[in-house]
């Protein structure tokens, strides 16, 4: 279903960045959003129009951490395997996504960054593709997760800057403290990607280290790093502590229980939380046999775990992560928004044109129930599902 020329969403509760309201409508044109107003929509010739009878029309949610669904992987390094994760994060509420590496021989990663490059210009039917997260493969092996340990490496500059080259790279999680980190913290930062700290030891000091090269993200806070200890902060502390710092949450009451999700919001503060899913293959799939990074992956009740007894990234949904961290926090929808919104996109210096309701912004738009079930997705004025 393409929608061309103009679509008004009208009789909707709308949440803007400025604040929300019961009864308003919001005017697509072109793609963008061309007015937004209260009460009742002046009369307008040739639009389509959607009476959304008092639903929610909210921003679409941004994930900036998604390695796969519906039995595909970043991995798989073909255009149809991230086409299929997009239609499925669509689904979700997701109009903008990045898909995930693991870490693995040089040649797999850069194939799937590659591949990543190619679809980012080419129409999904889904979520957009905005670019590559490289997760690895320079991390701590002792705070490996599920990312396998015989492709852990030192950072190399002939590697990662032919990552660079493909023109996909916008995200890149590292270990602070593993060999050549600094100069490759360096080198992101002068070419425009944002760095994360994860699957780390580092010690508070190597991370202030980092942070003053450019650091900027923590990777799934509490997960894949030492827990915090109260005379040794460590990576932990530094991500509570350090204003600079944002923090990626995977709010599936699994990583992380909901009391430790409300004490990280108070700390940083909803300005300074990015919620992510980790999802893998198994995400939208029943229980069974999946692969992460070439790991074989167990989902049992909806987790996933590998032969040891690791979580293996999620199956989380972002709708979802979002209505749990309102549960855990007490924080109103409007009020916990911009971690699934405005906070990943202006992570990635996207916030000009996404991750809000505003004149002259993309026309990525959901509009969810009173249980945050997602009824309708338009992704740059495209509604590309509608239940």
């Known amino acids: 279903m393409r929608v061309t020329g103009s679509f008004l969403f009208h009789n909707a509760r709308v949440h803007t960045e400025d604040g929300s309201f019961e009864r308003g409508w919001v005017l697509v044109e072109g793609g963008r959003i061309a007015r937004i107003g209260r009460g009742v929509p002046p009369p307008e010739s040739a ?10 029309l909210l921003p679409g949610l941004v994930d900036l951490h998604a390695h796969g669904a519906l039995g595909h992987d970043t991995m798989d390094a073909t255009p ?12 979700h509420g997701v109009t903008g996504f990045l898909a995930t590496t693991m870490s693995s021989p040089p040649l797999p990663i850069l194939a799937a960054l590659r591949n990543v490059a190619e679809v980012m210009h080419a129409p999904t039917r889904g979520a957009a593709l905005l670019g590559a997260h490289v997760e690895g493969p320079h991390l701590d092996v002792e705070r490996r997760g599920c990312q396998d340990p015989a492709h852990m490496r030192p950072a190399d500059p002939d590697e990662y800057r032919r990552w660079f080259e493909t023109g996909a790279v916008a ?35 190597q991370m202030c280290r980092a942070v003053k090269l450019g650091l900027t993200q923590v990777t799934h806070l509490f997960n894949a790093m030492d827990p915090l200890h109260h005379r040794q902060p460590g990576a932990v502390g530094a991500a509570l502590s350090l204003d600079a710092l944002s923090c990626q949450l995977i709010a599936d009451n699994v990583h992380i229980h909901p009391a430790v999700l409300k004490l990280a919001v ?12 980790d999802a893998m293959a198994g995400a939208g799939m029943p229980d069974g046999q999946y ?15 590998t032969a040891d007894g690791a979580l293996a990234g999620s199956t989380l949904t972002l709708e979802r992560g979002l209505a749990n961290i309102i549960a855990a926090t007490g924080l109103s929808l409007q009020q916990a928004l911009p971690m699934a919104t405005l906070n990943p996109a202006r992570a990635l210096g996207l916030d000009a044109r996404k991750g809000s309701i505003a004149v002259g912004k993309d026309a990525d738009l959901i509009v969810v ?10 992704v740059t004025g495209e509604v590309i599902h509608r239940l």
């Open 291 to 305: 692969s992460l990074g070439g790991l074989a992956v167990t989902v049992r009740q909806g987790v996933a775990r």
């Open 80 to 91: 149809e395997a991230l086409r299929e994760m997009a239609r499925f994060y669509a689904r």
């Open 369 to 378: 129930d009173a249980e945050l079930n997602v009824v309708l997705t338009m």
């Open 171 to 205: 995200l890149l999680t590292l270990a602070p403290e593993v060999p050549g980190s600094q100069e490759m913290i360096r080198y992101a930062v002068e070419h425009s990607a944002v760095v994360a700290a994860g699957h780390t030891r580092a010690s508070y000091e």
């Open 47 to 56: 639009v389509e129009s959607t009476d959304l009878q008092g639903q929610a």
């Open 266 to 277: 108070r700390a940083k503060g909803v300005e300074r939380i990015i919620l992510i899913t």
